[in-house]
């Protein structure tokens, strides 16, 4: 439906808007094509670009540095929104151990999915292939427009319910829902005015590939610093080798500062060092960068026509590797309680079904983000007491089988089932 305002400028409708088509806004746009409900999204990438096919990777500058660690949650919701068996089929590397110790101590922790009765503990997968296949399953829904290489420039709350956002050729989107998918710096929490609460970590996350002399051995490694953890994550290319990593080595800006400004030979060795040489030596390295950690969290993800999900909503330390997977935990949570609005005839944007949204997702995301930061301060101190804590804690808890299982399948997200969603019919 278009119609005009006042200034003759045209005006279009939709159930849903969708600012933001990158992994938690496509699927959120997938998870509601189920429902009877018209969904617009916004994303500035041109589709071309996300669509286009990466080329075999056979050195360590053909991965993207980007990747994510995706839960056993994650990857089930992925299969009911018909994407996981792209995601599979693209680099998508598997890891059956988690390794954790102290780089102070003899502490050590050791997942292993096999006690879990699982062939894996969780996949690591470059962010494009995610989005690309979330997107290829978007195009395929009718009730899913998808604007690309386009821009919301301005928003305003509607006075009959809901809201409406401005495109960079000045019409006006109105829906009875606008969602903020726009990532860590969101418009449009700022401009619904939605504070946060946010600090710097004082820390930089270097990321960047590796290639290893060594076999990752499908395990997830993590040595703890006081300076900061270092995390090595399997990756595996189309020919199937094992020696390729993606490295997030978190350290204070400072000593982020030094390492990014070594040459490359004494780069790979500090390197190398850092993970006391498990994984033998690295023989090659991508481009690295560095990327300023800040934890923010909105207090209030929802106004009246409005709703925050992903980084938009909150941002974490990657230390737990659980950023993107809150934000899919978030699509699953505002889908059901959307779907159950429409069963009680409440249009999206209703605060009734907002506020159930925001009540189930907040307690949890504000209950994880309070455990990083515990573990960060737990392990970012060199006090003797605080080591010796450390240390006997995750002894003891390596020793603990039952308990340690509890935490593996928390942190996997299989103890508390996202809602489920499928499979989508085509
Ligand atoms: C170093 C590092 C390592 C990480 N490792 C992990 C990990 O191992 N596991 C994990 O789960 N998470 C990890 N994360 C977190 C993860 O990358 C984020 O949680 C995830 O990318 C958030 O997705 P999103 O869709 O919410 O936001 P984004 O990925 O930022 O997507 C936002 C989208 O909105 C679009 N957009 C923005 N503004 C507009 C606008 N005005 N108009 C139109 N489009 C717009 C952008 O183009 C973009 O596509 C890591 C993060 C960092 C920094």
């Known amino acids: 439906m278009t119609e005009s305002d006042n200034q003759g400028a045209r005006i279009e409708r939709a159930d849903v808007v969708i600012v933001g088509g990158?992994?938690?806004?496509?699927?959120?746009?997938?998870?509601?094509?189920?429902?009877?409900?018209?969904?617009?999204?916004?994303?500035?990438?041109?589709?071309?670009?996300?669509l286009q096919a990466p080329?075999?990777?056979?050195?360590?500058?053909?991965?993207?540095?980007r990747v994510s660690a995706l839960t056993e949650g994650t990857r089930r919701l992925l299969e009911d929104l018909g994407a996981w068996s792209?995601?599979?089929?693209?680099?998508?590397?598997?890891?059956?151990?988690?390794?954790?110790w102290d780089a102070e101590g003899t502490g050590a922790i050791h997942f292993e999915a096999a006690e879990l009765q699982m062939t894996h503990l969780g996949h690591i997968v470059e962010n494009r292939f995610v989005v690309?296949?979330?997107?290829?399953?978007?195009?395929?829904?009718?009730?899913v427009t998808w604007l690309d290489a386009e821009q919301v420039r301005q928003w305003r709350p509607l006075k009959a319910n809901g809201a409406a956002v401005m495109l960079r050729d000045g019409r006006?989107?109105?829906?009875?829902?606008?969602?903020?998918?726009?990532?860590?710096?969101?418009?449009i929490r700022q401009w619904a005015g939605l504070p946060t609460?946010?600090?710097?970590?004082?820390?930089?996350?270097?990321?960047c590939t590796v290639e290893l002399s060594a076999s990752h051995e499908y395990t997830a490694w993590q040595r703890f610093m006081t300076s900061g953890p270092v995390a090595y994550l399997p990756l595996r290319n189309e020919a199937g080798s094992d020696r390729f990593a993606s490295i997030v080595w978190s350290q204070?800006?400072?000593?982020?500062?030094?390492?990014?400004?070594?040459?490359?030979?004494?780069?790979?060795?500090?390197?190398?060092?850092?993970?006391?040489?498990?994984?033998?030596?690295?023989?090659?390295?991508?481009?690295?960068?560095?990327?300023?950690?800040?934890?923010?969290h909105a207090r209030d993800y929802v106004r009246p026509g409005v709703a925050l999900v992903g980084d938009a909503a909150h941002t974490i330390h990657p230390l737990a590797g659980q950023g993107v997977n809150l934000g899919f935990a978030d699509v699953a949570v505002l889908a059901d309680e959307i779907r159950r609005g429409l069963e009680r005839d409440l249009p999206p944007g209703h605060m009734a079904v907002l506020r159930r949204y925001q009540r189930r997702r907040?307690?949890?995301?504000?209950?994880?983000?309070?455990?990083?930061?515990?573990?960060?301060?737990?392990?970012?101190?060199?006090?003797?007491?605080?080591?010796?804590?450390?240390?006997?804690?995750?002894?003891?808890?390596?020793?603990?089988?039952?308990?340690?299982n509890r935490v593996a399948a928390e942190a996997m997200g299989v103890t508390h089932p996202l809602p489920r969603f499928g499979p989508l019919e085509s």
């Open 55 to 65: 080329k075999p990777a056979e050195q360590v500058s053909d991965f993207e540095p």
């Open 172 to 187: 006006w989107l109105e829906a009875s829902l606008v969602v903020g998918a726009d990532g860590a710096n969101s418009r």
């Open 197 to 207: 609460r946010e600090w710097d970590y004082d820390q930089q996350a270097i990321v």
């Open 252 to 296: 204070d800006v400072a000593e982020a500062s030094r390492l990014m400004n070594l040459d490359e030979g004494e780069f790979r060795s500090e390197l190398g060092l850092a993970l006391e040489h498990r994984l033998g030596e690295v023989v090659a390295i991508s481009q690295r960068y560095a990327i300023p950690l800040r934890q923010r």
């Open 86 to 100: 792209s995601v599979e089929a693209g680099r998508c590397c598997p890891y059956r151990h988690m390794h954790v």
């Open 362 to 404: 907040k307690v949890e995301n504000l209950s994880l983000m309070a455990a990083m930061e515990g573990f960060k301060q737990l392990f970012g101190r060199d006090e003797l007491p605080l080591r010796w804590l450390r240390n006997t804690g995750m002894r003891w808890l390596d020793g603990q089988h039952m308990l340690k």
């Open 132 to 143: 690309k296949a979330l997107l290829e399953r978007a195009l395929e829904r009718p009730q």
């Open 22 to 50: 990158g992994l938690v806004g496509s699927a959120l746009a997938l998870a509601l094509s189920s429902l009877p409900l018209r969904i617009v999204v916004v994303e500035s990438q041109p589709r071309e670009s996300v």
